[in-house]
């Protein structure tokens, strides 16, 4: 059984830090690509970055690009994502899915990151 599991959320003022964290098991992590998504409550699911199975490609979405790092430790089975110079548009819950070909089929529950002085 697939199985993500988030972790790193929080309450941070505006120009915080946080990392996530993603701990998975149930498949072959190190063979597959992963992303990061997010979701305002009562809006719609944004992407936010992906990364390819080795780490070697990374992705990001106009609105966090060079803002968040999305890496990997392919020994560990765990997906990150370093959020710097956060933005109280960058309130959401954060979800880690396993995303091969693009396609998101596995997520986890989420952890909350809110922003606010």
């Known amino acids: 059984e697939v199985q993500l599991v988030e972790s790193g959320g929080g309450l941070v003022q505006p120009g915080g830090s946080l990392r996530l964290s993603c701990s998975a098991s149930?498949?072959?992590?190190?063979?597959?690509?992963m992303s990061w998504v997010r979701q305002v409550p009562g809006k719609g699911i944004e992407w936010v970055s992906l990364i390819y199975s080795s780490g070697s490609n990374t992705f990001y979405s106009d609105s966090v690009k060079g803002r968040f790092t999305i890496s990997r430790d392919n020994a560990k089975n765990t997906l990150y994502l370093q959020l710097n110079s956060l933005k109280a548009e960058d309130t959401a819950m954060y979800y880690c899915t396993k995303s091969d070909n693009w396609i998101m089929d596995y997520w986890g529950k989420g952890t909350l990151v809110s922003i606010s002085s």
């Open positions: 149930g498949f072959t992590f190190s063979n597959s690509a």
